[in-house]
């Protein structure tokens, strides 16, 4: 009996505190990261699970959207509620580089009323990362009230030509997250 229990301690012990190997110092820990690391940060838009063409820049994934003026939208299925959120991020870049040309990723609600809309000032080949709150009234838009994202509307204006939309114009658009 008291060698049973004997073995069922050193048992216990290895269980808790494992067996190291002083000359195999290896991390064996889970290289895997978790799905969201934040738990306070809601993914929007992920173009690594995007249903059409992308590109990796420096490691990270953006959507290559080619924008027809304000008739280019991607549907966020399922929506998701930005009611608990006050900032909205993303990075956004150009294949080439158009100082008059504005980037904006609309986020909208099922009826296309605006949640935010966060946009890069001067298209650049290198991506920026952009911030926006919620959006606010003019009288051009309409603001949503249930703040349910659905709608992802990437657009390109020429700051030059009284911020006409454009089409035919390569955008980069990369993780779009809200906190």
């Known amino acids: 009996m008291k060698k049973l229990l004997l073995i069922a301690s050193a048992l216990l012990a290895f269980t808790f505190f494992g067996c190291s190997n002083p000359s195999n110092s290896k991390d064996n820990s889970d290289p895997t990261p978790p799905e969201n690391p934040d738990p306070t940060e809601l993914v929007i838009f992920d173009p690594a699970t995007y249903d059409g063409e992308t590109v990796e820049i420096d490691g990270e994934v953006f959507a290559k959207i080619t924008v ?23 990075k956004l870049c150009a294949p080439e580089a158009k100082a008059n040309f504005n980037l904006t990723a609309k986020i909208a609600d099922k009826d296309n009323a605006d949640i935010s809309s966060i946009s890069l000032y001067g298209l650049d080949k290198e991506p920026k990362l952009c911030e ?17 994202a659905a ?14 939309e454009q089409s035919n114009v390569v955008v980069y658009v990369g993780k779009i997250t809200a906190e």
Request: proline content about 6%; some cysteine; glycine content about 6%.
């Open 68 to 90: 027809d003026g304000y008739n280019t939208t991607i549907k966020i299925d399922p929506p998701l509620d930005c009611s608990s959120v006050s900032k909205f991020k993303a």
């Open 151 to 164: 709608v992802l509307q990437p657009m390109v204006q020429d700051s030059l030509d009284g911020y006409k």
């Open 132 to 148: 926006a709150g919620f959006a606010e009234k003019t009288n051009w838009n309409t603001l949503s009230e249930t703040k349910l």
